[in-house]
Protein backbone atom coordinates (compact mmCIF):
# COMPACT_ATOMS: atom_id res chain seq x y z
CA UNK A 1 0.00 0.00 0.00
CA UNK A 2 1.33 3.61 -1.05
CA UNK A 3 0.74 6.13 1.39
CA UNK A 4 1.43 10.00 0.37
CA UNK A 5 2.13 12.75 3.01
CA UNK A 6 2.51 16.10 1.24
CA UNK A 7 3.86 19.66 3.51
CA UNK A 8 5.54 22.81 2.58
CA UNK A 9 2.32 24.55 1.68
CA UNK A 10 2.54 28.05 3.13
CA UNK A 11 1.40 32.04 2.58
CA UNK A 12 3.75 33.52 0.65
CA UNK A 13 3.76 36.98 -1.38
CA UNK A 14 3.79 37.21 -5.09
CA UNK A 15 6.55 36.54 -6.35
CA UNK A 16 8.02 34.23 -3.58
CA UNK A 17 8.91 30.50 -3.94
CA UNK A 18 8.14 27.37 -2.33
CA UNK A 19 9.04 23.89 -2.23
CA UNK A 20 6.22 21.39 -1.83
CA UNK A 21 7.44 17.88 -0.37
CA UNK A 22 5.72 14.49 -0.78
CA UNK A 23 6.95 11.55 1.28
CA UNK A 24 6.33 8.58 0.22
CA UNK A 25 5.88 5.12 1.77
CA UNK A 26 5.02 1.57 0.94
CA UNK A 27 7.07 1.66 -2.07
CA UNK A 28 10.17 3.75 -3.53
CA UNK A 29 9.35 6.84 -6.02
CA UNK A 30 11.40 4.71 -8.52
CA UNK A 31 8.69 2.01 -8.80
CA UNK A 32 5.58 4.58 -9.48
CA UNK A 33 4.28 7.65 -11.46
CA UNK A 34 3.98 10.49 -10.14
CA UNK A 35 2.41 13.59 -10.28
CA UNK A 36 1.16 17.21 -8.54
CA UNK A 37 -2.36 18.61 -9.13
CA UNK A 38 -3.45 21.45 -7.59
CA UNK A 39 -7.52 22.80 -6.73
CA UNK A 40 -8.15 26.46 -6.26
CA UNK A 41 -11.72 26.89 -4.77
CA UNK A 42 -14.86 26.75 -6.77
CA UNK A 43 -12.40 25.10 -9.78
CA UNK A 44 -11.63 22.00 -11.09
CA UNK A 45 -8.58 20.02 -10.18
CA UNK A 46 -6.15 20.33 -12.12
CA UNK A 47 -2.59 18.40 -13.16
CA UNK A 48 0.42 20.68 -12.82
CA UNK A 49 3.26 18.08 -13.57
CA UNK A 50 4.04 14.94 -13.58
CA UNK A 51 7.58 12.55 -13.29
CA UNK A 52 7.28 9.10 -14.48
CA UNK A 53 9.85 6.10 -13.06
CA UNK A 54 12.80 7.04 -15.14
CA UNK A 55 12.51 10.32 -14.54
CA UNK A 56 10.88 12.45 -17.50
CA UNK A 57 9.03 14.84 -16.46
CA UNK A 58 5.84 16.58 -18.13
CA UNK A 59 4.06 20.00 -17.21
CA UNK A 60 0.72 21.74 -17.76
CA UNK A 61 2.23 24.24 -20.49
CA UNK A 62 1.13 27.63 -18.59
CA UNK A 63 3.40 26.76 -15.75
CA UNK A 64 6.64 25.52 -17.12
CA UNK A 65 9.39 27.34 -16.40
CA UNK A 66 7.81 28.41 -13.23
CA UNK A 67 7.76 25.10 -11.77
CA UNK A 68 9.96 22.37 -11.07
CA UNK A 69 9.13 18.43 -10.32
CA UNK A 70 11.72 16.09 -8.92
CA UNK A 71 12.27 13.17 -6.81
CA UNK A 72 14.93 12.05 -4.41
CA UNK A 73 15.32 8.06 -4.47
CA UNK A 74 17.61 8.40 -1.51
CA UNK A 75 14.90 10.56 0.58
CA UNK A 76 11.43 8.50 -0.89
CA UNK A 77 10.58 11.85 -2.04
CA UNK A 78 8.78 13.89 -4.85
CA UNK A 79 9.00 17.85 -5.01
CA UNK A 80 7.23 20.60 -6.47
CA UNK A 81 9.54 23.85 -6.63
CA UNK A 82 7.36 26.86 -7.63
CA UNK A 83 9.17 29.81 -8.66
CA UNK A 84 7.72 33.31 -9.05
CA UNK A 85 4.67 32.74 -7.18
CA UNK A 86 1.70 34.71 -8.69
CA UNK A 87 -2.09 35.15 -7.01
CA UNK A 88 -4.00 32.64 -9.09
CA UNK A 89 -1.47 29.75 -8.09
CA UNK A 90 -3.38 30.07 -4.27
CA UNK A 91 -4.98 26.40 -4.26
CA UNK A 92 -4.76 22.99 -2.23
CA UNK A 93 -1.95 21.37 -3.96
CA UNK A 94 -2.11 17.37 -3.91
CA UNK A 95 0.11 14.42 -4.77
CA UNK A 96 -0.54 11.54 -6.85
CA UNK A 97 1.11 8.33 -7.55
CA UNK A 98 0.26 4.91 -9.72
CA UNK A 99 1.95 1.80 -10.57
CA UNK A 100 0.55 2.47 -14.34
CA UNK A 101 1.08 5.87 -16.13
CA UNK A 102 -1.30 6.75 -19.11
CA UNK A 103 -2.79 10.20 -19.07
CA UNK A 104 -0.84 12.02 -16.57
CA UNK A 105 -3.02 14.91 -16.01
CA UNK A 106 -6.15 12.78 -15.03
CA UNK A 107 -6.10 12.21 -11.26
CA UNK A 108 -8.98 9.57 -11.27
CA UNK A 109 -6.68 7.58 -12.65
CA UNK A 110 -4.18 7.62 -9.91
CA UNK A 111 -5.12 4.95 -7.22
CA UNK A 112 -2.83 6.83 -4.09
CA UNK A 113 -3.08 10.38 -3.51
CA UNK A 114 -2.32 12.53 -0.28
CA UNK A 115 -4.60 14.90 1.57
CA UNK A 116 -3.01 18.40 0.30
CA UNK A 117 -0.83 21.04 1.27
CA UNK A 118 -2.65 24.61 1.33
CA UNK A 119 -0.55 27.23 -1.06
CA UNK A 120 -1.78 30.93 -0.79
CA UNK A 121 0.17 33.87 -3.06
CA UNK A 122 -0.97 37.00 -2.19
Known amino acids: HVQLVESGGNSVQAGGSLRLSCEVSGYTVSELYMAWFRQAPGKEREGVAA???????TYAGSLAGRFTISKDNAKNTLYLQMNSLKPEDTAMYYCAADFAGANWCVYRQYNYRGQGTQVTVS
Open 51 to 57: IDKSGAT
